[in-house]
């Protein structure tokens, strides 16, 4: 069974204040990783996915990396627009396109 | 925008009685899914479609069943509504090798 486990539950950081989240995940086979963002009474926004150790994404003030074991989205020099809930999914090999989320991690950015 | 509506996107109604939420998309996806999103829990997997009148249950199935007539309508219906299934239900569409994305929910009440 696919697991997904985000940390920390929360973080406030000031406005500049550069950080990390993290996503660690135990799956059979993974296809994909996913991370996407939640405003509060929206639905999750895409943002990036990863497919292979290694690999890395940016966009923005966000950069997304993946290991063999977890993945981590930086946020450098943060702005308080930033704030939002930030959930990870993974999928693996003959899922039929299901994803496996997270509980999320919500950031709080302080002007 | 993946061109997708929930319908409603508020309701509260009494236990015991039949709730349809329905998912509309505009995109031709080939897979919808339905989720529900707690504190706590994060976003599981209800049930999910991989065609026109091809569905699957997800993680928290019990007490939910779908129907999917039409590509662009997906139909999550409670036969008998109870206080544990309050919370906040998405829709989601994806196609083969590309993430999923969410419409804007609906918040479903049942006292």
């Known amino acids: 069974e696919d697991q997904v486990t985000q940390s920390p539950e929360a973080l406030r950081l000031q406005e500049g204040e550069s950080s990390s989240l993290n996503c660690s995940y135990t799956v059979s086979g993974l296809r994909g990783l996913f991370w996407y963002r939640q405003d509060p009474g929206k639905g999750p926004e895409f943002l990036f996915t990863?497919?292979?150790a290694g690999e890395e994404k940016e966009k923005e003030r966000l950069k997304a990396t993946l290991t063999k074991k977890e993945s981590f989205l930086h946020i450098t020099a943060p702005k308080p627009e930033d704030s939002a809930t930030y959930l990870c999914?993974?999928?693996?090999?003959?899922?039929?396109?299901?994803?496996?989320f997270g509980k999320g991690i919500t950031l709080s950015v302080r002007p | 925008d993946a061109g997708i509506t929930q319908s409603p996107r508020h309701k509260v109604t009494e236990t015991g009685t039949p709730v349809t939420l329905r998912c509309h998309q505009t995109?031709?996806?080939?897979?919808m899914y339905w989720y529900r999103q707690d504190p706590g829990h994060g976003l599981r997997l209800i049930h999910y479609s991989y065609g026109v009148k091809d569905t699957d249950k997800g993680e928290v199935s019990d007490g939910y069943s779908v129907s999917r007539s039409k590509t662009e309508d997906f139909l999550l219906t409670l036969e008998s509504a109870t206080s544990s299934q309050t919370s906040v239900y998405f829709c989601?569409?994806?196609?083969?090798?590309?993430?999923?994305?969410f419409g804007d929910g609906t918040r479903l009440s049942i006292l």
């Open positions: 990863l497919y292979s």
């Open positions: 989601a569409t994806g196609t083969d090798n590309q993430p999923q994305h």
């Open positions: 995109e031709n996806h080939r897979y």
């Open positions: 999914a993974v999928i693996h090999t003959g899922a039929n396109s299901k994803l496996t």
